[in-house]
């Protein structure tokens, strides 16, 4: 009888096991994934004040735009929290694409090597951070899941594993096309 319980408690230790390890590797596939986003982001950042320099000389109007960015840059800096960084993603893809839809209407800019250099670079950036997002989002996803299955669950409970957060930044609204008005109202 003693042998029974014996085996009967390594067989639930060694699914203990099992499961945490399972959850710690997903739990790393989470943190990967964001680690790649965060590159990719930042690697937009470090663009992004080289594109505002070449374009400042052609759209003077846009001084607010510019200010905009500097701030969202900042904020970037000094939050860790990834809806907050989610936020402010979106809000800075929108102020770039609002730049690329005015930047339509000065040929000079559009013709600037420089400048259009830039833009291919942003855009490629802007493809990595999109699947970057959705490989994330998957591997938040998976994680959540086997979090809340049972019986995973329990042991994730009894080891205090913690929901992580998707990384959604596009509202409806980001999603429409920029419109831009150059008429005098």
Do not use: C
Not at 47 to 67: A, C, D, Q, R, W
Not at 100 to 116: G, H, R
Not at 145 to 167: D, H, I, R, W
């Amino acid at each position: 009888m003693g042998w029974i319980i014996l085996i009967v408690v390594v067989l639930i230790l060694i699914w203990i096991v099992s499961v945490y390890n399972g959850l710690i590797s997903s739990r790393q596939k989470v943190e990967n994934a964001w680690s790649q986003i965060d590159v990719q982001l930042q690697r937009r950042f470090d663009l992004i004040p080289n594109f505002v320099e070449t374009v400042k000389g052609y759209m003077t109007h846009e001084s607010e735009t510019f200010e905009k960015i500097a701030k969202l840059r900042t904020s970037w800096a000094n939050t860790s929290s990834v809806g907050e960084k989610a936020k402010l993603d979106g809000e800075l893809s929108s102020t770039l694409k609002t730049i690329m839809a005015v930047s339509e209407n000065y040929p000079e800019l559009k013709a600037n090597t420089n400048f259009a250099d830039l833009s291919e670079e942003l855009r490629n950036t802007e493809n990595k951070i999109s699947f970057s997002r959705q490989f994330y989002n998957d591997s938040v996803t998976r994680y959540n899941t086997k979090l809340e299955l049972f019986p995973s669950n329990l042991v994730a409970g009894m080891f205090n594993f913690q929901k992580k957060e998707l990384f959604a930044t596009e509202s409806d609204e980001a999603r429409k096309n920029v419109k831009v008005d150059f008429s005098n109202k």
